[in-house]
């Protein structure tokens, strides 16, 4: 089998209302935006793949793309995995290219990926990810009504300037949801977006400050409470608490996953397929993680076709244990999340995010709307 075409498309999926990542001090997003991918084989398979986008920053690129695709076997991941660590090398994150091979293995062989790489469990308890800041007042409030729509957990970004702001809202939402939901919270200090608005920068002190005052709110896991690379104050902020620590969505390919493993960094990792290897290497971390008896919740926070890859290496590893469902009223819902997919993805009646059963990443893109809301650029 030979991939014989290759279509590219800058989306513009528009928001029903503005939404303020926590992420991105001082840039609301209008809109939903995305690189994505059409493969299609000599046999007539197609494969899909959405990469995250700001504004047009992939044009020009799937020249490039196609010119390494075209004529390539999609069962050859290995191979082709040495060619996105190439173009990584001339300067673009290319990981989420590979997810489409999946899409068209799993296609070609009539099973959802999941199945193919170890098929773990066909659904996963989801948390509703949210991602603006709040007051206490109003996030409590929220909290309730993901609770009554059937969510068992709940993140919270803690990202304000005074950290007992954010304790506060961590308090808020304890005293609204009492004792059985689980809380977890993202300070996102691994990698920070300069130039929009202040944000507050921390560091091994104010991460162990947080981490006792969260023991105490019960908070399942403290998210990026440091850079990327502070192998040496995550491995002392993990043996600190017994709150436990997250992250690695945006580290890269096996090297810094070795590294968060061998130094104790981490309790969870959480590389994204679309960033942090695609999801033949994701699965690798996810083997080594076990083995060090270290969970692997992956980052989903890009859109509906990132979060249906994500969710079909959840349901092929034994160690995760939460699938993050990005998830925050009114300016970030399934409707504009999953834009370009004939179906938003949805938890079921006990909270649980059902993985994609159709062949492939099990879900349909609806190429209508990509070519409504996109500029074709290959
Ligand atoms: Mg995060």
């Given amino acids: 089998m030979k991939i014989a075409d290759a279509e590219a498309y800058i989306c513009h999926f528009p928001l029903t209302d503005p939404f303020y990542p926590s992420w ?17 084989t000599d046999e007539g398979i197609e494969g899909a793949c959405a990469g995250m986008a700001f504004t047009q920053e992939w044009k020009g690129v799937p020249d490039l793309i196609k010119l390494f695709l075209i004529g390539r076997d999609p ?49 996963v308890k989801a948390y509703a990810s949210t991602g603006e800041l709040r007051d206490p007042e109003t996030r409590a409030q929220d909290a309730l009504r993901l609770v009554e729509e059937g969510f068992t957990g709940i993140k919270l970004r803690i990202r304000n300037e005074d950290p007992r702001v954010d304790l506060a809202v961590v308090e808020a939402v304890r005293v609204a949801v009492g004792d059985d939901v689980e809380i977890m919270v993202d300070a996102n200090q691994a990698w920070l977006i300069h130039g929009f608005a202040a944000y507050p920068r921390w560091d091994l002190k104010r991460a162990m400050y947080m981490a006792k005052e969260l023991e105490e709110l019960g908070v399942v896991w403290l998210e990026e409470p440091l850079r990327m690379n502070d192998y040496d104050g995550l491995s002392i902020l993990r043996r600190s608490t017994s709150v436990a620590i997250s992250g690695g969505e945006l580290n890269d390919d096996l090297d810094d996953f070795r590294e968060f493993l061998t130094r104790g960094c981490y309790d969870i990792l959480q590389p994204d397929v679309t960033f942090a290897g695609g999801i033949l290497t994701c699965r690798k971390i996810a083997g080594m993680a076990e083995a060090a008896n270290v969970a692997y919740n992956p980052h989903t926070w890009t859109n509906g076709l990132g979060l249906a890859a994500n969710l079909q290496l959840m349901g092929a590893i034994p160690n995760c244990t939460h699938c993050e469902f990005p998830y925050d009223p009114p300016g970030w819902v399934p409707e504009g999340r999953d834009a370009m997919l004939a179906q938003p993805i949805a938890i079921d009646g006990e909270g649980y995010v059902p993985v994609p059963s159709g062949p492939g990443l099990g879900v349909e893109v609806d190429w209508e709307k990509v070519r409504a809301h996109g500029e074709k650029i290959s």
Avoid: H, T
């Fill in 24 to 40: 991105i001090p001082g840039l609301p997003l209008q809109n939903n935006s995305c690189i994505m991918l059409r493969l299609v």
């Fill in 75 to 123: 069962f050859q991941v290995e191979d082709f995995i040495k060619v996105l660590r190439g173009a990584k090398v001339i300067g673009f994150r290319p990981w989420f290219i590979e997810v489409a091979f999946w899409d068209i293995i799993g296609k070609a062989a009539g099973q959802p990926v999941y199945r193919l790489l170890g098929g773990s469990r066909d659904r």
